[in-house]
């Protein structure tokens, strides 16, 4: 493509559904991240927000601020090794580590990774020894305590995540002889998508006091504290990425209160993010097939549901979504929001009625053939999604920057299929 498409284009071109991803604003989320963070903290990005290589590519190249990588598959781990970030620069989480995959990570050269319990700690520490190794391992908790108000919480309560905080004194001694590790520090991870900035603050404050008391506990001094992240950016609607104008001063003051040596890397300071980095990067054309009544209730019917954006709709994480239309229905759509009011349903194509994209939200009149565009959807896009539910085609996803296009792509479906002869 020699000249700038419009997104219309783009879906004409390569199909719909189609995912576009900006690598420019994936440029800006990562410049704009390490500017709201203290000197020299790490950023870990999050590949569950969106694994494809040239979005996580772009995250690790280009100046100094180069993002390392928070991986939890061999998927993951395929897909960071592509993208080009070295084993040395991955940290390996999940609950569910199997003696295969480890494996796999280390032989991939990857050294630290998140340890959710005693026993996943002695599994790392098995798959360290027998390639000869020690890893490094961050022991990730499950504080009993909370601030914060807002975001998804992931800690406090029972759960597969963390080791509960309270148990670390009576086992630290076990955590500390486990053979083919290393205690390198600790791994916090409380929340997701805080949109308010002092519930986000105050998060972080009561995780460096939870680490700082674990430290004792532990009786090890941390090298790395991966404090967790939370950075918010909206999901399938318009707006912006948060600000977090105050975060840097006060994580700054809230290190130099527990970890004093912090400045000089001791420890040295982590986050890890998804979906700011990567959620605004994105939008997702699709196109009508239909438009129905019901009962008075008016139905658009798209080619993405469920299956495309929003596997996670049953968790409630992402009705309602907005629409826009792509093309010369965009002057319908100013018209229709002169008037305002005209209210729809979006749904996939889905034979379920869970395939509801948005319940009864303000749309532009459309018609079959035309083309919307969803925003901020860079983050937990296909991969997040039903994909293979009803054997439809993955989306496409389309790759720009400064307007042209850098790739175009699509996840493939296949069965390997092996039939097994028996004698009789
Ligand atoms: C351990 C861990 N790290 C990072 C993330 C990324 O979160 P987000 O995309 O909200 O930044 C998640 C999301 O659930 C997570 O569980």
Known sequence: MSSRSTLEELAEQYGSPAYVYDLDRVAAARRDLFGLLPEGTEVFYAFKANPHVDVARALRSGDSHACKA??????????????????????YTGPGKTPGELREAIDAGVRLFSAESLTDLESIGAAATAHGTVADCLLRINSATASASTGIRMTGKPTQFGIDSETVAGIAAELRAVPGTSIAGLHLFSQSNAKDEDALIAEFRHTIEVAAQMQCDL??????????????????????????????????????????????????????????????????????????V????????????????????????????SVSVAGPGAQRQAAAEQE?????????????????????????????????????????????SLLMF?????????????????????????RSYRRVERDE
């Not at 009962?295 to 009705?319: E, H, Q």
């Not at 509801?356 to 959807?377: F, K, Q």
């Open 390 to 414: 009803l054997g439809r085609p993955a989306p496409t996803e389309v790759v720009v920057r400064g307007g042209e296009v850098v790739s175009v792509s699509r996840i493939e479906h296949v």
């Open 294 to 321: 019901s009962r008075g209730r008016k139905f658009v019917i798209l080619d993405a549901g469920i299956n495309t954006f929003g596997g996670m709709s049953g968790l409630g994480r992402i009705l309602p979504v």
């Open 340 to 384: 305002a009011g005209e209210k729809a349903s979006l749904a996939g194509p889905l034979c379920t009625p869970g395939d509801i994209l948005g319940r009864e939200i303000p749309v532009p009149e459309l018609a079959p053939g035309d083309v919307v565009a969803i925003p901020n959807t860079g983050a937990y896009g296909p991969t997040a």
């Open 219 to 292: 009786g090890v001094p941390l090298r790395l504290l991966d404090i967790g992240g939370g950075f918010s950016v909206p999901y399938g609607q318009h707006g912006e990425r948060a600000a977090y104008p105050k975060l840097r001063a006060e994580l700054a003051a809230a290190l130099d209160l527990s970890f004093p040596g912090w400045r000089q890397g001791a420890p040295r300071v982590a986050v890890e993010s998804g979906r700011y980095l990567v959620g605004d990067s994105g939008t997702l054309l699709a196109t009508v097939s239909n438009v129905k």
């Open 70 to 91: 928070e991986i939890s598959s061999t998927g993951e781990l395929a897909a960071a090794l592509e993208a080009g970030y070295p084993g040395s620069d991955i940290l």
